[in-house]
């Protein structure tokens, strides 16, 4: 009897441990047969709304003119907590017009150690501050433990920002996000909503959620980061959260960005 539930134990481990890396290989691979639609699951009636009411609603958002009357040039520092008193974040409302008019940013992250069932993910980004607009590109790698490819994603897009809060910063962007799956390649409109919190020094709080409708399946990117700032470097600790046609995919990540 204790030899044959040895037994038995030992086979349900092994199990175990062959299945683990096998689950994240077909979730990968369920993803692409999703977006291919190879599968029953599909949402382009939802898919076809977003990008109409996007193309009626989206334009009153994007107008040319101050969010207020009289209200000073905005302008940019690349340090959030500047000594200089300009404020908590990196716009700058001063009336006496200090700061710049436009400023570049970069981000570098990378995963940090994670369980057998974690994504692997390297990502690199651009953003190009200016007045009101926001111009940024993404790159995104990620790669689960046993999946036989990685998952690539490139975005390019144009936001509209708003004064909602003096020590912060939000908006809405729109674009075009590019996703490579195991050789195949997925193209779209996307839409995406981010805001960059600076409650108390030195610390910030970022957010962005992201949405691209396809034919047989969306894809949603949502990260929260929080970071520890240095003049005009941020170290950052935050988490992404990548849905492929309904299949789930998250990781935690480091990086740092620096402002120019």
């Given amino acids: 009897m204790k030899q044959s539930f040895k037994i038995s134990l030992s086979i349900l481990l092994v199990s175990f441990v062959l299945t683990t890396p096998l689950s994240a290989q077909s979730r990968t691979e369920e993803a692409k047969k999703r977006m291919k639609g190879e599968s029953d699951d599909s949402s382009v009636s939802f898919a076809l709304t977003v990008i109409d009411l996007s ?153 962005y959620s992201g949405f691209m409708p396809h034919t047989y399946g969306d894809i949603t990117n949502t990260r929260l980061t929080v970071g520890i700032h240095r003049g005009p470097i941020r170290f950052s600790v935050g988490h992404h959260w990548l849905n492929i046609a309904g299949i789930p995919f998250n990781t935690f990540s480091a990086g740092f960005n620096v402002y120019l």
Wanted: no cysteine.
């Fill in 55 to 207: 193309i009626d609603v989206l334009p009153e958002f994007f107008y040319f003119r101050p969010m207020r009357l009289n209200e000073p040039v905005i302008r940019y520092t690349p340090y959030p907590y500047s000594p200089a008193g300009l404020g908590r974040g990196i716009r700058s409302f001063n009336k006496d017009g200090a700061g710049r008019g436009n400023m570049l940013e970069m981000r570098l992250n990378l995963s940090l150690p994670q369980g057998t069932l974690a994504m692997e993910q390297r990502s690199a980004e651009l953003k190009w501050h200016t007045g009101y607009w926001l111009l940024n590109s993404q790159f995104d790698y990620f790669k689960e433990l046993g999946a036989p490819w990685g998952i690539y994603q490139f975005n390019l897009m144009g936001g509209r920002k708003f004064r909602f809060f003096t020590s912060g910063d939000a908006g809405f962007s729109m674009g075009y996000r590019n996703v490579m799956i195991g050789g195949d390649r997925f193209d779209g409109f996307e839409a995406a909503v981010h805001a960059d919190l600076y409650p108390v020094k030195p610390v910030s709080i970022s957010y």
